[in-house]
């Protein structure tokens, strides 16, 4: 990878001469240009975040694998392995710059969306819109202190103004432009606290990034820095605010769970990760908004250790348990649902084969205002967590390389619900289904590195609109550069710049 030379830095640094730290974290954050070509430059499509279990199968449509929703933290600058998905460039700083600087991250992310949809009550939405965004994190001072700090820009490219609601934009089609995070980090061993605005990467909150823009928070939050060698990760913290992911502004957590204000409210939460042996994974998360509501979620899975001529099968379940809580200010009055959902996946010689099903409780739909839903039924457009409502699909999908076209997948997927109920008057919702077809390209290593591609179509029927069916398109391209610390192994080669 190319290598840039810094050593007109040490002439600035001497004088401050921190102890070095080596040790960096990387949040998938956020920042901009690419609106009408002033793009420079990516972290669900697999770059730097610790994402949900199931982002990282290849049978998961397209749409999961986003930028800032994947956040891989290594809490030693030599644990932090190259990128598979952006084209990286090394720092060549001289020995003498401090760790502040030497040790550093700069991503630059560039982004164009084009999104339209004819919509069941007969309006239609269609939207193009181009940005990205730059983010900066700092190494240590002292070996503990550090800041991170990232800006976010979507612009319209072609959107009129009656066809809104693809939330690639603020509402109206108006532009986005905010400083998306900006905390400080104190570092304690393989673990960090954080304050202020930034990315969450939790199942129930997260980026949720699938358009142009992910969410952030405001808060105060404990997490570890995951380790490949540790068998478990955590976080834990009290956000106040969230910037979602069509909005300039920060907003309560409460009044984004209702839809307006009614009652300023913040959330504790806590996760944990662990992985008691090869091939098994579970997590249990948990969060709470006074006088609204409590959810709790939790999952497990399973990779079988099976030769690589062989077949490969995944087996997998997840359930939220979600409820109100206090003056029940959600719906007025109390209520328990949740859903459960499992499936199976196999894979061979480059292809995948998923089927999935799910139920739903009928006291309520499923919440979740805060981030990309964990269900193995949510799909392109519905997530088939009416009240009441069970599902079942499958997916098929094949991953090029093993034909001779490296970076090219392609899949479909088709789900059916049906039993929906509305919780308050009980009557029947009609029944559901959507099918979903991907392609795209993402190339790990070669001229093209850190470039992604991806177009996908997903149609959903249901009886009883003002259209039967609701066709979506999307195309996305991106691409992304990380200047960092070159390698350990480069470190090797060149131990003056790594000690």
Known sequence: MPSLDFRWLGTLAIPLKYKSMGQVTLVASGAVFAACGIGIAEVHAQTLSGSPSNVASPLVPSWY????????????????????????????????????????????????YYLTRDNFNGTETDSWAGGGWIAWRSGLIANTFGVHAALYTSQPIYAPSDRDNARLLAPGQDSLAMLGQLYGRVQVGDQEFRGGRQLVDTPLINAQDNRMV??????????????????????????????????????????????????????????????????????????????????????????????????DLVIGANIYDQ?????????????????????????????????????????????????????????????????????????????????????????????????????????????????????????????????????????????GNARDAQPEFRVILDYTILFRPPLAEVAEKRPVYMK
């Open 214 to 311: 992910p969410n952030t928070f405001t808060g105060v939050t404990l997490v570890s820095l995951p380790d490949k060698d540790r068998k478990y990760d955590y976080a834990i913290g009290y956000l106040w605010d969230i910037k979602q992911r069509n909005s300039n502004d920060f907003i309560p957590m409460s009044d984004a769970l209702f839809g307006s204000d009614v009652r300023s409210r913040g959330t504790p939460f806590a996760m944990l990760k662990y992985r008691p042996v090869p091939g098994l994974s579970t997590a249990i998360m948990d969060y709470y908004i006074e006088d609204f509501i409590n959810t709790a979620y939790g999952q497990i899975e399973y990779d079988f250790d099976i030769p690589k001529d062989k077949p």
């Open 323 to 463: 409820r109100s809580v206090g003056s029940d200010l959600l719906t007025g009055a109390p209520f328990h649902t949740y859903q459960a959902s499992a499936k199976v996946q196999t894979s061979y010689k480059g292809w995948t084969l998923f089927v999935a099903g799910s139920v739903t409780g009928d006291e309520s739909a499923i919440f979740s205002p805060f981030g990309s839903k964990q269900n193995y039924t949510d799909m392109q457009q519905v997530s088939f967590d009416n009240a009441g409502e069970k599902a079942f699909g499958g997916s098929i999908a094949y991953d090029f390389g093993s034909a001779g076209l490296p970076g090219w997948s392609a899949g479909v997927w088709y789900t059916s619900g049906w039993d929906a109920v509305n919780p308050v008057t009980g009557l029947a919702i009609a029944d559901r289904r959507e099918f979903d077809v991907w392609l795209q390209f993402r190339p790990k290593e070669g001229p093209w590195k850190g470039f992604r591609f991806k177009t996908q179509y997903g149609k959903v029927w249901q009886d």
């Open 65 to 112: 694998e986003e930028v800032a929703d994947q956040e891989r933290p290594f809490w030693t600058l030599q644990k932090f392995p190259s990128q598979s998905y952006m084209k990286e460039y090394f720092w060549n700083f001289p020995p003498e710059t401090p760790a502040f600087f030497r040790d550093s991250l700069f991503q630059i992310v560039a982004r164009t």
